[in-house]
């Protein structure tokens, strides 16, 4: 029986035993086309992703129309919209959610969202979403992780801007909602970030602060934070994803197009496998490779009687001989056989007398 934390979406394990688990962030690169959106989640199926992501909100539940400043985005990618603006453009229309869940359990990928409200967990609740995302900014929203939480489903915090103790107030209200599998992100919220903005290490100390699956929400722009969080503990991996960085909505720019997809699922995969256990023994992949290793041969022929000396006795490739440290032991020995040149040493093979 596995020690590890673990949580169950959609009947895959998520676990530091098991292969990571690959999210494909779908966000708004749909672009306002549900065709668009259906191409996405069969574009992840076919990449190798275990599982879609959507995020469930309307403008009117998210923010205020409203033009003040505090309601205006000063710098980065939206610099200048309102966040009505953005969100009225970037949302997936709820009536499209229905056909979208049936799309995806069509093409075999799992489906769940990123509610903003109770309202999108109502929603979610009644196409039997599998589990629920709680994104980076509503880490804070209290209110909303503990009615998430009520569902009894399994729960994925994002922890992009939170400290440490906003993150433990987050797992906090999770547990008191009644979650019983819960899982969290190392995220940071730029759009795109850099790769220096991760430090990578917090990880492993996040696994060993809060005793949870533990996950990577990457925004850097190609799969290097992504493969290096796996090999540092990483049990899920959350990516944005678009059929076109160029295709001009406004998470385009910073989302992986499918060939970097399937490359992050084969990646993170292969990276886990490469981690393995601790094992100083020699690999199946090493065995025919002895054949290049060296050992003691006799190198002349050796009569009866004659003392092996470092002229017909030599380390030399192929290894199948006793190991060169032990060369010493027999120089200076006389053979009590004849033995022919191109013979490997060995205890049992080459019988020696002290001279």
């Known amino acids: 029986m596995s020690n590890h934390p673990s949580i169950t979406v959609g009947g895959r394990r998520i676990a530091a035993d098991e292969a990571p688990y690959v999210i494909a962030e779908m966000s708004a690169n749909h672009n306002g086309n549900m065709d668009t959106a259906f191409k996405l989640i069969e574009a992840a199926k076919q990449a190798g992703a275990d599982a879609v992501k959507l995020q469930t909100y309307r403008p009117d539940t998210i923010t205020l129309d409203c033009d003040s400043e505090d309601f205006r985005i000063h710098g980065g990618l939206w610099d200048g919209r309102t966040l009505y603006d953005l969100y009225q453009e970037a949302h997936t229309p709820w009536d499209w959610h229905a056909a979208l869940f049936a799309h995806a359990r069509k093409n075999g990928i799992t489906i769940f969202s990123s509610p903003f409200d109770n309202t999108a967990v109502d929603l979610l609740e009644d196409l039997n979403a599998p589990a629920y995302k709680i994104a980076s900014f509503e880490a804070v929203d209290h209110a909303l992780i503990k009615y998430v939480a009520s569902t009894g489903k399994p729960m994925i915090i994002s922890t992009g801007m939170a400290d440490g103790q906003e993150i433990q107030e987050a797992i906090d209200a999770a ?181």
Not at 208 to 231: E, I, K, P, Y
Not at 245 to 265: H, I, Q, V, Y
């Open 175 to 355: 547990r008191e909602g009644g979650c019983k599998e819960l899982a969290i992100l190392h995220c940071v919220s730029g759009y795109p970030a850099p790769a220096e903005d991760y430090n990578l290490r917090t990880i492993p100390d996040m696994i060993q602060r809060f005793g949870l699956v533990t996950g990577l929400s990457d925004h850097t722009l190609d799969n290097t934070v992504a493969m290096c969080s796996v090999a540092l503990g990483a049990s899920i991996v959350e990516k944005h994803f678009t059929l076109d960085r160029k295709g001009g909505g406004p998470d385009d720019s910073f989302s992986l197009e499918p060939a970097g997809l399937t490359e992050l699922c084969l990646g993170a995969r292969t990276a886990w496998s490469a981690l393995g256990k601790v094992d100083y023994g020699r690999k199946s992949s090493e065995v025919d490779n002895v054949l290049f290793r060296r050992s003691l041969y006799v190198v002349e022929d050796v009569q009866i009687g004659e003392v092996l000396t470092y002229k017909n006795l030599r380390s030399i490739r192929p290894g199948y001989g006793v190991a060169p440290k032990h060369l010493d032991a027999f120089i200076g020995r006389r053979a009590i056989h004849a033995i022919k040149r191109g013979t490997p040493a060995s205890w049992d093979s080459i019988g020696v007398v002290a001279q």
